[in-house]
């Protein structure tokens, strides 16, 4: 299954160390102007190389429009992009084509294909999100034109260290997509010393989309929050997802936990803008928890292909802290889960038209105009 979604599917194809990486996007309504350029922001957010806190590697990223656009316009028929890799370095995988490394997909892919990719990871790398987060640049551009969509995220939690204070405007002004402006040395330090030491640590990103209608998602198998989860969970290094409040809601009770109504809007938001996996008009919500990378320079156990006790140490370049650069690829998958929502929406319920009464989705703050 490299394919994803329904009616807007895209399909990823590539390994970290081939020659490129790509995606066929199928399904995109005609007209939507887009252009080359228009990729360089988001792939440009999600590289590495941009900083000392991130994988050394250092991708070109050029996306190329195979097909699917004529004149700056998508026409409705297959879009393939095409991103060229620039800067592997296979040599630095010699010596773990022979083991297995703890914490990768390395034992498992074995088992089941029966051959593996051992550079850079194959086709289980990271790398490979740079196609998602390509595709969605369609998909926020057409959310954003149709129905105002936005789509936002920003790094949460690293190791330890949470946010002090939250600002949006500090979240792209930085390279860990921190909100808390005054924090960035203290995670820069954190950083240098997690790196010195060769070990690494988790992280955790929360993704916020604002102007999601009411009414998309399906009530049993294909729930938004469902489908936001398994989304989710298919980034590399994902090990835990939640809507709204999410493991939270173990200690609140009920009477905290609903989320109110009053003709002026909903009063809470613990469930994050779904109900019965249906969106409610509010704010969609959704966190992700990263495990820490396990490609490290310290020495550990493993066993090589025949079977046999080794130990294991990994060279090359490697991120600290995948989660740094998560949130970009979090960002992407929760606007391909609404792109494909919309449209599946739009063709069966087109002709329901508007329904009343339709609640605000918040309750609009003293002194605002709402």
């Known amino acids: 299954m490299n394919t994803f979604g329904h009616l807007f599917r895209v399909t990823t194809f590539g390994e970290s160390h081939g020659p490129a990486i790509g995606c066929v996007i199928d399904g995109c309504p005609p007209g939507l102007e887009i252009a080359v350029e228009e990729f360089r922001l988001d792939l440009d957010r999600r590289a590495t190389g941009k900083s000392r806190h991130t994988s050394a590697r250092h991708e070109a990223d050029e996306v190329e429009i195979l097909s699917g656009v004529f004149e700056g316009r998508t026409t409705g028929t297959p879009i393939a992009l095409l991103v060229r890799n620039t800067d592997a370095r296979s040599k630095d995988y010699g010596r773990i084509a022979e083991q297995f490394r703890p914490g990768h997909a390395d034992y498992t892919y074995w088992q089941k294909y029966g051959i593996r990719d051992p550079r850079g990871g194959g086709r289980s790398s990271a790398r490979e999100t740079t196609m998602r987060v390509a595709a969605a640049v369609i998909a926020k551009k057409w959310l954003a034109l149709q129905f105002g969509v936005r789509v936002r995220g920003y790094l949460s939690q690293l190791g330890e260290i949470t946010p002090q204070a939250f600002d949006w405007n500090a979240v792209e002004d930085n390279p860990f997509f921190w909100p808390s402006a005054e924090q960035v040395p203290l995670l820069e330090s954190y950083m240098d010393a997690l790196r010195k030491s060769g070990d690494s640590v988790g992280a955790r990103v929360n993704v916020v989309a604002d102007g999601v209608p009411a009414g998309w998602g ?78 490290l320079r310290l020495p550990g156990h493993t066993v090589d292909i025949e079977g046999n006790p080794a130990e294991v140490i990994t060279t090359g370049r490697h991120d600290p802290c995948v989660g740094i650069r998560a949130t970009p690829i979090a960002e992407a998958m929760i606007a391909l889960v609404l792109m494909d929502q919309a449209l599946r929406h739009r063709a069966q319920c087109g002709d329901v038209g508007p329904v009343q009464p339709l609640i605000p989705g918040s309750v609009p703050a003293a002194g605002s105009h709402g």
């Open 218 to 295: 399906e009530p049993v198998y294909g729930k938004l929050d469902g489908e936001l989860a398994a989304a989710l969970m298919s980034i590399n290094a994902v090990k835990g997802v939640e809507i709204g409040d999410g493991f939270a809601a173990v200690t609140q009770k009920g009477t905290e936990h609903r989320d109110e109504i009053s003709p002026q809007g909903f009063l809470s938001n613990h469930a994050g803008g779904i109900l019965g996996g249906i969106s409610t008009g509010q704010q969609v919500t959704a966190s992700i928890v990263l495990k820490p990378t396990s490609s």
